[in-house]
């Protein structure tokens, strides 16, 4: 599935060294702007434990799990919208994204130069966030020229509807807002608003990248930002890249897992990071398990069981009959398959069938 989440924010704010511990592929990482000209795409392996447990049932000749696509995009400056810096690239790396990894430096250190000379990620935040939003206010102006007549003065009802729609994205954008805090009532307005395709629409989340001393609780710069994105309707998570870095050196989960527990973390902020970039997309798994290969497969929350099918092959959704589906907690507490069956916890669901988070599933086809 190629949907991607695109890490974007100042220079030197930690994106670069955040997306070589996410993937393999290693971005340069230097102390000057623009150090990443062409954007990094890194397929990265979601963690969940839920296979894991699966296939010590299954024993599986392979295990696979899924992937989620990140994109490490160019530094952004002031002036972007006009082209300043590399603006014009960043906007068409960032129109091509599905969502937004928004990194703000959340750190002091005299020897990491930053772009505006303090730190302060609330600015940092703003300065992006307007740089978007005017790049949004040119597409808006574009598109009300074209309607605006017809829906004054013609009998086009969706002209009229696509003028309301771009009236109230103005409106927001104008105010300094993003275009994510307006909502939509009705399903036509909601098409029309998704078929924009703004930058500022598209679902966000902030990384705030900490020193060490704030890997668990944050510190007063997460608060500031915390207390700036209230009334936006995004996500917020703590990473310490520096941590992550020296986390993505040792060899063994055990010396990982060792190092976290001493600093007083549970899970690497890399882990928590992908899973949410994962759900940022409004990804959800299920999972196929037999003796030759337990995998997860990423479907778009809200699919029914014919395209789910799809994404293992098209003929499974061309000739979809049923899905045969077994609840995770069900399959983990019998042990087995043949225990889930006969125990009456394998539900037979049809077309219409929307797939749960973590259903095991297994689908009969005629082609």
């Known amino acids: 599935m190629a949907l991607q989440c695109g890490i974007v924010g100042l220079p030197n704010v930690g994106k670069s060294t955040l997306f070589n511990?996410?993937?393999?592929?290693?971005?340069?990482?230097?102390n000057f702007p623009f150090c990443t000209i062409e954007p990094n795409v890194g397929v990265i392996t979601v963690p969940d434990n839920r296979l894991n447990k699966l296939a010590e049932l299954v024993n599986p000749q392979r295990i696979v799990p899924t992937t989620v696509e990140i994109v490490d995009i160019a530094g952004l400056v002031k002036g972007a919208s006009k082209g300043e810096g590399l603006g014009n690239k960043f906007l068409a790396n960032i129109r091509e994204t599905d969502a937004i990894l928004h990194v703000l430096r959340c750190f002091d250190d005299d020897n990491i130069t930053?772009?505006?000379?303090?730190?302060?990620?609330v600015r940092d935040k703003e300065i992006i966030d307007f740089e978007l939003q005017l790049k949004d206010l040119e597409t808006i102006n574009s598109r009300i020229?074209?309607?605006?007549k017809q829906a004054q003065t013609g009998g086009d009802k969706n002209a009229k509807l696509m003028y309301e729609v771009l009236r109230k994205y103005k409106e927001a954008l104008e105010q300094g807002k993003s275009a994510r805090t307006v909502t939509f009532e009705t399903k036509d307005e909601q098409k029309i608003a998704k078929e924009?395709?703004?930058l500022t629409s598209k679902p966000v989340m902030y990384i705030c990248n900490v020193d060490e001393n704030s890997a668990v609780n944050g510190?007063?710069?997460?608060?500031?930002v915390r207390e700036a994105i209230k009334d936006e309707n995004a996500e917020i998570l703590i990473v310490a890249a520096k941590i992550e870095s020296e986390i993505a050196e040792f060899e063994t989960y055990e010396e990982r897992q060792m190092f976290l527990n001493e600093i007083g973390l549970e899970e690497s902020g890399v882990s928590?990071?992908?899973q949410a970039a994962y759900k940022l997309l409004n990804l959800e798994t299920y999972f196929t398990a037999g003796?030759?290969?337990?995998?997860?497969?990423?479907?778009?929350k809200g699919s029914k069981a014919p395209q789910c099918a799809g994404i293992i092959h098209t003929d499974f959704e061309k000739g979809f009959i049923r899905a045969e589906v077994i609840k995770y907690d069900d399959y983990i507490a019998l042990g087995s398959e043949t225990a889930c069956k006969e125990a009456g916890k394998m539900n037979v669901e049809g077309k219409d069938y929307i797939v749960q988070d973590g259903d095991i599933m297994h689908f009969r086809f005629n082609v």
Do not use: M
């Not at 511990?21 to 230097?30: D, G, M, P, R």
């Not at 020229?145 to 605006?148: E, L, S, T, Y």
């Open 21 to 30: 511990c996410l993937s393999n592929a290693k971005a340069q990482s230097a």
């Open 114 to 121: 930053h772009v505006d000379g303090s730190v302060n990620p």
């Open 145 to 148: 020229d074209r309607v605006q």
């Open 196 to 198: 924009l395709f703004l």
């Open 219 to 224: 510190n007063h710069y997460v608060e500031e």
């Open 272 to 274: 928590r990071l992908i």
């Open 291 to 300: 003796p030759q290969e337990v995998r997860a497969w990423t479907y778009i």
